[in-house]
């Protein structure tokens, strides 16, 4: 059953999230309208990490490095994104324009993280 990993421009437009889509080198191949609001550019053709990471760098354990399998999904927290928040970065391999490619969804998820630090300190205190 190929035909689940076909690329679905329309059903992107309808998710929340961004998103993009990175070739093997990490090079952007398509962005989704919600990923240009979060990260305010156009940038096809750049690196995904000279986008969201504050320092530039590509992540130390960018899973890229790993190689593509299409349809293996992936949970990965990035910290240090536009101006020191915490993303958590979801890729999935597929297939896009022929070659193999990652689907990247970004969310922010630092409120959630400085929440779950100051129920745990809370906790603490109460103990």
Not at 54 to 76: F, H, M
Request: glycine share 8%; net charge negative; with cysteine.
């Amino acid at each position: 059953m190929h035909h689940i990993y076909v690329f679905n421009e329309s059903l992107l437009k309808t998710i929340p999230f961004g998103m993009d889509i990175v070739d093997y080198e990490g090079t952007i191949l398509f962005q989704s309208d919600n990923f240009k609001e979060i990260f305010g550019e156009e940038a096809l053709g750049k690196k995904c990490w000279e986008l969201y990471r504050d320092d530039r760098k590509q992540c130390s354990d960018c899973p890229l490095t790993r190689g593509i399998t299409v349809g293996e999904t992936e949970a990965y927290e990035s910290h240090g994104v536009l101006g020191n928040r915490i993303f958590e970065i979801n890729h999935t391999g597929m297939m896009y324009q022929g070659k193999k490619a990652m689907l990247e969804i970004f969310q922010d998820i630092t409120d959630r993280k400085v929440n779950e630090a100051e129920l745990i300190s809370a906790k603490e205190k109460a103990e």
